[in-house]
Every structure is written in structure tokens, then in C-alpha cells.
């Protein structure tokens, strides 16, 4: 009879930021089974946002997660807009998608670093943070501050990008965008990588759809969705643009999305730059009548949705929110069985889980008794590209 | 001063805990490791295991599955050790200080020495507050 060992990976992890855990069944190097437990990061958001007003809900939701944070409130607002019918000044729309943009560029960034990492290519890890600095010095000149922006508000935008501003940003991401293709280059075309991440974890198209899967994990599927394009909003339908898919279903697709995306994302930065129009950035709506209203919006993760309920009074009676990770983290289980352990971790990333916006739960089994601890499937998982390298002839 | 606060404020080995936070903290954190603020010129590096480390780092708003746990964490800690709240939610909650699942402000489950306030602190921010916080070992009697 074949033994089956549990792994614990989580709650705390020394390099993913967030506390989260899973538990994966193994037997010898194959995952069989794994488990996964939510709520260490649950922050009753929803009933806080509820005890709110509505202009402050928008910074509670900004704080749901620190990479999505104008993600949510973009949401947000939008849902508030849809309930009272507000309408929002052009350049307010065209502002709303440069922010979602640069966030969308850190986002992916980030996670290339992070999946470097995974890779035992820490170069790339260090490289990834380095080429993300611009986007955050872009982010503290347009709003202020390098992470949480508070750019969004019903009706409009708070703050406005100046004249003055705008060499600056075409400079930097200008200096982004060489970055990029180095990366680009150095990742894409390197056979290690190749070999080890083609053919990992693939998620066929069929799957993807079943279990719903959203943003750049249903596109590495093959799956032709994209809110921006097929619900626009903001200034998203002035641009030209094109939604990046591949049809593999593998790590490296995922990989080759968001790579891809990152060049899309400068692209309409520029010319959403461009074309902006003179005028207002705010349309100043004085009050929420009664009703419902949803709003989406294309995170870097996926789609992102909110539902919101009034009853005239000043504060939301209902605030739904579904992040994008909820719908893509079932993918994993699917997509990590049959697969070795030490392929478990990069097919964890590959996904860019959110915990933060997913909120997660945890009850640990104490009669296990074989326990890896994350450095080990990291030092695994670091051995196997190794191990590839020197049977590839590379140093 | 000890001779062991001497050696530890040199190099200091930082543990990260995140108990509840919105992740920016923890982004801003692994940056400052990183090329651009590089903490490590410093001395300062981020272990694996918190049994090798001086500092405990704690972000987010001490969620009540993690309140145990930070107990936990600080009692499994080498002595002399210390703690840093990090960021709004680690000082006082932050946005997230009537939540229903929000337990005992940080200070009041370990003993803090210091706070780096912010929403998300800034990355100048907390290399100002790692020198306060080995300024604070060092002048120890």
C-alpha cells in the first residue's frame, strides 16, 4: 500500500506575504489531493463597509487588498454610479484608466518577480521589484502616495493629473518599457525555463470555463474574456487595445499573458495620455437614492465585482464583494494534481492568488505526522531548475 | 548595553508576520529588501523561521485567529528580542478597528518598541524607523 504524506504549506510563509494555508496529500513525489482553508486574513469587510458612509466605504474596500487598491474602489464607485444613474466627467473616466493601468503594470510585475523566485531565479525576483519602481514613482507623482491612491470617487476622480506631469510619466515609462523588454527577453527566451515550466499545469479551456475561472488564468486557457473589452468602462472603449490570449493552459502561458499584458497596459497608458480631454474631473453628485447597483472592473487577477444596496440613507445596506482569486483558486486544486511537489508552488503562483482579497480560514490537522515547511518545497523547487540547467549544459 | 544587544543591533535577523493586513505593508516590506532601498546594507535581513530571529515585524490588524499565534510567535522568539508594529493597522487598527473579527490592538498582546506609522509606511519611513529601533537597542542600558 502506497503512503500518503500531508504537507502543510502555510500559515505563515516566509516570501508570500499574506498568511494562508494548504494542505497538499502526497505519495512519493506525485500530489494526489489538497486542501484549502480560508479566513486568516477576513476582516469583516463587508459589515464594516456597511457602518460606513459611502464616501468612506470607498476607503474601506481600497483596503481590502494592497495590490488591487484601485481595483475595488473603481468597482465601488462604479456600482454606486449604476444605483443612482451618475454620470462622470470624460477626463475622470480617462484618469480612471491610467490608474487601473499602472496598477495592472505593478501587479504583473510583482508577480514575475515573485515567480523568479519560486523559480530559484532570484535575479529575476530582484529585477522584477527593481523595473516596478517606476510605476510606483509615477503612482506617488500622480496621487500621492506609492500604494493605496485614494484616486477614486462617485462621480469622478479626486485628483487630477497635471500638464506638467505628463513628460514625466511618458519618461518613465519609457525607462519601464526597456526594462520590460530585457525581461522579456531574459525570460521568455531562456530553454530552462522552457523546460520547466511548459506542459505544467495546464488547465484546458473546457476546465477554465467550468470552473469559471477569470483575467489572465482563463486567457492563458484559451478563454476570450476580458471586462474591459466586453463590458467597458472608464475610457476603455476609446483606446485601441487587444485582449492577450494564449491556448497552452501551462505556467509558461500564464507566464506569456501577463508578459504580454504589460505592453498592452503601456500602450493604452499612452494613449489614453494623449487623447485625454480638457474639462471637469468630478461630477459632484450630492446624494444615493434607493436601489441596486453592480459594478466590474478587470483587476490585474480577473474580474472583480460589487453589489450594493441602498435604501436612500447614507450608508450601503448591502456590499457584496467577489475578488477574482475566489473564482480562480479552485483552478489550482485542478490544475496540481498528478503534478510533482516540487512543481506545486510555481503552480500556486501562476495563478497570483490574492489572499487578502480572498479571505481565508485555517484549522490545522495535528495528526500529521510528515511536515515540509515552505523553505523545503522552495529549496525543491530551486534543486529541480538546477538540476535542468546542468542536464542542459548551462552553469 | 549587553553583549548581546552589542552584536544583535549589527545585524539584524527580521521575522515577518502578517496577522490580518490588506498586503501593502508586506509589499512595501520585501521592497525595501530589494535593490532600489536594499535594507541589507544595513544588516537587516528577513529569516525564514522565527526562531533565528531579533525582530518580530508585525503588519495588519491582529485578526482574532492570528492573536494566539503573534503569543505564540513572540514566546518561540530568541531573547533579546523585540517587536515592531508596522504600519496603521499594526499601531492602532487602522480603518479596520471596529471589525467584528479584529482582536487586541497589537501593544497590548506583546510588548512593542516600535511603531512605524503609515498606510502603508513609505520605504524611507521604515528604514527611519529600523535606526530608531537599533538606536533604542543600543542605548539600552
Given at each position: 500500500?502506497?503512503?500518503?504524506?500531508?504537507?502543510?504549506?502555510?500559515?505563515?510563509?516566509?516570501?508570500?506575504?499574506?498568511?494562508?494555508?494548504?494542505?497538499?496529500?502526497?505519495?512519493?513525489?506525485?500530489?494526489?489531493?489538497?486542501?484549502?482553508?480560508?479566513?486568516?486574513?477576513?476582516r469583516?469587510?463587508?459589515?464594516?463597509?456597511?457602518?460606513?458612509?459611502?464616501?468612506?466605504?470607498?476607503?474601506?474596500?481600497?483596503?481590502?487588498?494592497?495590490?488591487?487598491?484601485?481595483?475595488?474602489?473603481?468597482?465601488?464607485?462604479?456600482?454606486?454610479?449604476?444605483?443612482?444613474?451618475?454620470?462622470?466627467?470624460?477626463?475622470?473616466?480617462?484618469?480612471?484608466?491610467?490608474?487601473?493601468?499602472?496598477?495592472?503594470?505593478?501587479?504583473?510585475?510583482?508577480?514575475?518577480?515573485?515567480?523568479?523566485?519560486?523559480?530559484?531565479y532570484?535575479?529575476?525576483?530582484?529585477?522584477?521589484?527593481?523595473?516596478?519602481?517606476?510605476?510606483?514613482?509615477?503612482?506617488?507623482?500622480?496621487t500621492?502616495n506609492?500604494?493605496?491612491?485614494?484616486?477614486?470617487k462617485?462621480?469622478?476622480?479626486?485628483?487630477?493629473?497635471?500638464?506638467?506631469?505628463?513628460?514625466?510619466?511618458?519618461?518613465?515609462?519609457?525607462?519601464?518599457?526597456?526594462?520590460?523588454?530585457?525581461?522579456r527577453?531574459?525570460?521568455?527566451?531562456?530553454?530552462?525555463?522552457?523546460?520547466?515550466?511548459?506542459?505544467?499545469?495546464?488547465?484546458?479551456?473546457?476546465?477554465?470555463?467550468?470552473?469559471?475561472?477569470?483575467?489572465?488564468?482563463?486567457?492563458?486557457?484559451?478563454?476570450?474574456?476580458?471586462?474591459?473589452?466586453?463590458?467597458?468602462?472608464?475610457?476603455?472603449?476609446?483606446?485601441?487595445w487587444?485582449?492577450?490570449?494564449?491556448?497552452?493552459?501551462?505556467?509558461?502561458?500564464?507566464?506569456?499573458?501577463?508578459?504580454?499584458?504589460?505592453y498592452?497596459?503601456?500602450?493604452?497608458?499612452?494613449?489614453?495620455?494623449?487623447?485625454?480631454?480638457?474639462?471637469?474631473?468630478?461630477?459632484?453628485?450630492?446624494?444615493?437614492?434607493?436601489?441596486?447597483?453592480i459594478?466590474?472592473?478587470?483587476?490585474?487577477?480577473?474580474?472583480?465585482?460589487?453589489?450594493?444596496?441602498?435604501?436612500?440613507?447614507?450608508?450601503?445596506?448591502?456590499?457584496k464583494?467577489?475578488?477574482?482569486?475566489?473564482?480562480?483558486?479552485?483552478?489550482?486544486?485542478?490544475?496540481?494534481?498528478?503534478?510533482?511537489?516540487s512543481?506545486?508552488?510555481?503552480?500556486?503562483?501562476?495563478?497570483?492568488?490574492?489572499?487578502?482579497?480572498?479571505?481565508?480560514?485555517?484549522?490545522?490537522?495535528?495528526?500529521?505526522?510528515?511536515?515540509?515547511?515552505?523553505?523545503?518545497?522552495?529549496?525543491?523547487?530551486?534543486?529541480?531548475?538546477?538540476?535542468?540547467k546542468?542536464?542542459?549544459?548551462?552553469? | 548595553?549587553?553583549?548581546?544587544?552589542?552584536?544583535?543591533?549589527k545585524?539584524?535577523?527580521?521575522?515577518?508576520?502578517s496577522?490580518?493586513?490588506?498586503?501593502?505593508?508586506?509589499?512595501?516590506?520585501?521592497?525595501?529588501?530589494?535593490p532600489?532601498?536594499?535594507l541589507?546594507?544595513?544588516?537587516?535581513?528577513?529569516?525564514?523561521?522565527?526562531?533565528?530571529?531579533?525582530?518580530?515585524?508585525?503588519?495588519?490588524?491582529?485578526?482574532?485567529?492570528?492573536?494566539p499565534?503573534?503569543?505564540?510567535?513572540?514566546?518561540?522568539?530568541?531573547?533579546?528580542?523585540?517587536?515592531?508594529?508596522?504600519?496603521?493597522?499594526?499601531?492602532?487598527?487602522?480603518?479596520?478597528?471596529?471589525?467584528?473579527?479584529?482582536?487586541?490592538?497589537?501593544?497590548?498582546?506583546?510588548?512593542?518598541?516600535?511603531?512605524?506609522?503609515?498606510?502603508?509606511?513609505?520605504?524611507?519611513?521604515?528604514?527611519?524607523?529600523?535606526?530608531?529601533?537599533?538606536?533604542?537597542?543600543?542605548?539600552?542600558?
Open positions: 500500500m502506497s503512503h500518503k504524506a500531508h504537507i502543510p504549506i502555510g500559515p505563515y510563509h516566509p516570501l508570500q506575504e499574506e498568511p494562508e494555508f494548504y494542505k497538499l496529500v502526497v505519495e512519493g513525489e506525485k500530489v494526489v489531493d489538497v486542501d484549502v482553508r480560508i479566513g486568516w486574513n477576513h469583516g469587510i463587508e459589515k464594516l463597509s456597511e457602518a460606513k458612509t459611502f464616501d468612506q466605504s470607498i476607503f474601506i474596500v481600497e483596503r481590502i487588498c494592497g495590490i488591487c487598491s484601485s481595483s475595488h474602489p473603481i468597482t465601488c464607485v462604479q456600482a454606486l454610479e449604476d444605483l443612482g444613474g451618475i454620470k462622470v466627467p470624460d477626463r475622470a473616466l480617462y484618469i480612471r484608466s491610467i490608474v487601473q493601468e499602472l496598477e495592472r503594470l505593478h501587479s504583473h510585475m510583482l508577480w514575475a518577480g515573485l515567480a523568479g523566485h519560486f523559480l530559484g532570484n535575479t529575476v525576483f530582484m529585477w522584477g521589484w527593481k523595473y516596478r519602481e517606476p510605476i510606483c514613482d509615477i503612482m506617488e507623482t500622480v500621492g506609492r500604494q493605496n491612491y485614494a484616486m477614486l462617485v462621480g469622478g476622480v479626486r485628483r487630477d493629473i497635471e500638464k506638467e506631469h505628463v513628460p514625466y510619466i511618458l519618461t518613465r515609462l519609457d525607462e519601464f518599457t526597456r526594462h520590460l523588454d530585457m525581461l527577453g531574459a525570460v521568455l527566451d531562456d530553454p530552462v525555463l522552457h523546460a520547466r515550466l511548459k506542459g505544467v499545469g495546464v488547465l484546458t479551456k473546457e476546465r477554465a470555463i467550468d470552473y469559471a475561472a477569470l483575467g489572465p488564468t482563463a486567457r492563458a486557457s484559451g478563454v476570450d474574456i476580458d471586462v474591459r473589452r466586453d463590458h467597458p468602462y472608464a475610457a476603455y472603449d476609446r483606446v485601441k487587444k485582449v492577450i490570449t494564449q491556448p497552452e493552459g501551462d505556467v509558461f502561458a500564464k507566464m506569456v499573458v501577463r508578459i504580454m499584458e504589460m498592452e497596459s503601456v500602450s493604452i497608458i499612452r494613449q489614453c495620455l494623449d487623447k485625454m480631454p480638457a474639462g471637469p474631473i468630478d461630477s459632484n453628485p450630492k446624494d444615493i437614492p434607493p436601489g441596486e447597483g459594478g466590474q472592473a478587470e483587476a490585474p487577477r480577473g474580474e472583480c465585482f460589487h453589489y450594493i444596496k441602498s435604501d436612500g440613507s447614507n450608508s450601503p445596506v448591502r456590499h464583494v467577489r475578488a477574482p482569486t475566489y473564482m480562480n483558486f479552485p483552478t489550482f486544486r485542478e490544475t496540481v494534481i498528478g503534478q510533482t511537489v512543481d506545486a508552488t510555481i503552480i500556486l503562483a501562476a495563478i497570483d492568488p490574492c489572499y487578502c482579497c480572498t479571505e481565508r480560514m485555517l484549522i490545522v490537522d495535528k495528526d500529521d505526522k510528515d511536515l515540509f515547511d515552505i523553505q523545503e518545497l522552495i529549496r525543491l523547487s530551486q534543486e529541480k531548475t538546477l538540476k535542468l546542468e542536464k542542459m549544459g548551462f552553469k | 548595553m549587553g553583549f548581546k544587544e552589542k552584536v544583535l543591533s545585524s539584524i535577523y527580521a521575522f515577518h508576520l496577522s490580518g493586513s490588506c498586503n501593502n505593508c508586506d509589499i512595501e516590506f520585501l521592497d525595501t529588501l530589494t532600489r532601498y536594499d541589507e546594507r544595513f544588516g537587516i535581513i528577513m529569516v525564514g523561521s522565527v526562531k533565528h530571529a531579533d525582530v518580530l515585524i508585525c503588519t495588519g490588524s491582529t485578526n482574532r485567529l492570528c492573536v499565534r503573534i503569543k505564540k510567535l513572540y514566546e518561540m522568539m530568541p531573547k533579546p528580542g523585540f517587536v515592531v508594529a508596522w504600519g496603521a493597522c499594526g499601531s492602532s487598527r487602522g480603518v479596520f478597528k471596529d471589525s467584528y473579527n479584529t482582536g487586541a490592538p497589537l501593544d497590548e498582546i506583546v510588548p512593542v518598541d516600535v511603531y512605524i506609522p503609515g498606510c502603508p509606511p513609505k520605504p524611507e519611513a521604515i528604514i527611519a524607523g529600523m535606526k530608531k529601533l537599533v538606536d533604542k537597542i543600543t542605548v539600552k542600558k
